[in-house]
């Protein structure tokens, strides 16, 4: 296939994904890759495919000893430039490719082989600056395109039916529109309808939530979306990265800081705020599965000039 995008950096993964010596698969652009990461910190990418029988590596384990991988058929080892370990002797040559990466605040960047066509954006150590990091929520393969995935988060407008029983918004304005080539800004400001008692059974967390708010959103196209929002018990930050696996299918993963007004508010913050993100992430999943192949739009809402601009960018890269 044509790649998607090529030249565009991924975001595909963040340290606290890869725990420590365990294999971590990632499918960019349908070339399958192992990432792992040893005790040092440091992190080794390699093709997934064993050149022997075709095994995929990511079901072998870690060699400790030798920061190696081993193929989960006949338990050969191959080390992170993609020699062969065998009785003793390390091949010559690599007999597997590896996957150039590049670590960022923790987060694991490639060009998936092509050359860099835009450089790798410093909004994440931007935006989080004076965060703590929480974890990682909502990771999941999407069936769908890269642009449909894409699409979704610049819709001003989905949350009023994908999320109205997570957020009951009633009203939703945008007084901010800005972008510069790749980065654009929008600050949401979004009020709630009455909490009900069914509301707060249901998830006794959204009294956390004030009625009325205003987010900031960040974006670097085509791998990030960045939200920021202030609630009475503190601040939050959701950095939703995408990437395309196949045509058809994307991934999504969303890290997660948060700043407690108060450390006793941590945890509840925490939990708040991870249990949003999935929700809010098996939504739009669900809204991307089950729509149908796209048509031309005989609708017009507000503010999808901020979509507009995304696809615009797709198509002309």
């Known amino acids: 296939m044509e790649a998607i995008l090529p030249g565009a950096p991924w975001l595909i993964a963040h340290r606290s994904m890869l725990g420590i010596n365990k294999p971590y698969k990632v ?40 920061d190696a991988i081993a193929c989960p058929f006949h338990a ?4 992170g430039q993609g020699r062969l370990h065998n009785c003793g002797k390390v091949s010559s040559q690599p007999l597997l490719n590896p996957l150039e990466i590049v670590i960022k605040d923790d987060c694991i960047w490639t060009y998936g082989g092509y050359d860099p066509k835009i450089p790798i954006p410093d909004l994440i150590s931007k935006v989080s ?9 909502g990771e999941k393969s999407i069936r769908g395109t890269f642009l449909d995935n894409i699409s979704i988060n610049y819709d ?15 009203a939703n304005r945008i007084p901010v529109f800005e972008y ?46 960045t939200f920021r929002a202030t609630f009475p018990i503190g601040e939050v930050l959701q950095v939703h990265a995408l990437y395309p696996e196949t045509p058809t299918q994307t991934k999504t ?14 945890p509840l913050l925490g939990k708040f705020v991870l249990s949003a993100v999935t929700t809010v992430i098996e939504q739009d999943t669900n809204a991307i599965e089950t729509s149908y192949p796209r048509q031309p739009a005989k609708i017009r809402l507000p503010n999808e000039e901020i979509m507009f601009h995304a696809q615009k960018l797709y198509h002309e890269w």
């Not at 050969?76 to 080390?79: C, G």
């Open 129 to 137: 600056a004076g965060m703590s990091f929480l974890g990682v929520a």
């Open 27 to 66: 499918t960019l652009n349908e070339q399958d890759y192992v990432l792992w990461q040893n005790q040092q910190g440091e992190v080794f990418a390699l093709d997934n495919i064993c050149p022997h029988m075709q095994a995929p590596l990511s079901d072998g384990w870690i060699c400790q000893n030798k």
């Open 156 to 170: 001003y407008n989905h949350q009023s039916g994908t999320h109205r029983e997570l957020f009951g918004i009633k």
């Open 180 to 225: 510069d080539g790749y980065w654009a800004k929008v600050v949401q400001e979004l009020d709630r309808n009455d909490t009900t008692w069914n509301d707060i059974l249901r998830n006794p967390l959204i009294l956390t939530a004030p009625k009325t708010y205003t987010s900031t959103l960040e974006y670097a196209f085509p791998a990030l979306t």
């Open 253 to 266: 993963f969303v890290l997660v800081y948060i700043q407690p007004k108060h450390p006793i508010f941590k």
């Open 76 to 79: 050969l080892e191959f080390d």
